[in-house]
């Protein structure tokens, strides 16, 4: 198996898999969607009744109801390090919820205001460390995410409780979206058949055919999508459209809670574990 | 209402470009271009923005 990097940023990541075989990437993309383990909120606490704040009478009410509200936290890409943190079930504390299976946050408000994934605030003394740099590790790096929006003498005061989790039992625990791939494209053009009508040169919708003096010319291959259309258009059949379906195109990104290479290393690390496991179940038989 | 913090079918985080897109397209720039400029690829979560009415402006003072 020969892998090529295409394109890797902090969030995303393409690259070339050659020697290998369609069952192999989809349970890489099977893996990546269900059992990369990340952070997300599962449960909030909302202070309920009359808030005084500087003077100010202010009612626990927002336009949103609370369950809403909840949701929407929850779906906040939390920042993960996953030397850090462990499953609840897992965790020596028991599952009782402790600095190294849990995040706490706080929101504490008054309106009118928008409430913004920014306002998230870790709660001081909850994590071990140097409390700064606590709060600029674990702040949520998107920040422009609107959460609920307050009008006059509304407010909202919030303790929110991110832990572990995997896709598999909630989307909020997906650490990726967009992963997918496709075999790589073949374009095959008979020369001899071909009578140079550039129909396929107009039908194909990602542009990449072109003519080079009289004769048909493939500009980007890894952009075709396998669509066939200049295919079906050819007049004289001199044009066939193959995937190589031992050689893949594989790309997907994170939510931002995680780096795209760690979300790839955390994939690889459950596969392994799980072939180990099986490994072993069938050395018992 | 307000805008989904994630798109309903990919699930990437789309809450965080809508203020801008909005700032933007009323500024008159193209729809289109203010998308892929955010970097909005798909067109699942392009729709999500594109056909979003905010109305919690609205419904906020009945709150």
Known sequence: MKIKIMELKDDSMRFLIE?????????????????VPKMAIEDVEFHLGPIRHEGNDYESISPLFDEIIAHRLGM?????????????????????????????????KTGPCTIYSRDLEVVKGWLPGDEKLMEDKFKIKDENIPIVKLTDRQALMIYATAQLG????????????????????????????????GRCVKSCPKNILAFKGKKVEIKDIEKCSLCSSCEEICPSGAIKVKGDDSKFIFRFETDGSMTARSAMGAALKTLGEKCREFEEKIKEI | MIIPVRCFSCGKVIGSAYEEYKKRTEAGEKPEKVLNSLGIKRYCCRRIIVSHVDLIDEVAPYG
């Not at chain 1, 989307?171 to 020369?191: C, D, H, L, R």
Request: overall charge positive; charged content about 25%.
């Open chain 1, 166 to 197: 995997t896709g598999k039992k909630h989307a909020k625990w997906q650490a990726v979206s967009g992963v997918g791939y496709k075999y790589y494209p073949e374009i095959k053009i008979n020369t001899e058949k071909c009578d140079g009508c």
């Open chain 1, 19 to 35: 020697d290998s075989t369609p069952s192999f990437v989809n349970m890489l993309r099977r893996t990546l969607l269900n059992d």
């Open chain 1, 76 to 108: 906040l890409p939390i920042p993960t390090d996953l030397d850090l943190f462990t499953f609840m079930d897992k965790c020596k504390c028991g599952g009782v919820g402790c600095p190294s299976c849990t995040i706490k946050y706080m929101i504490n």
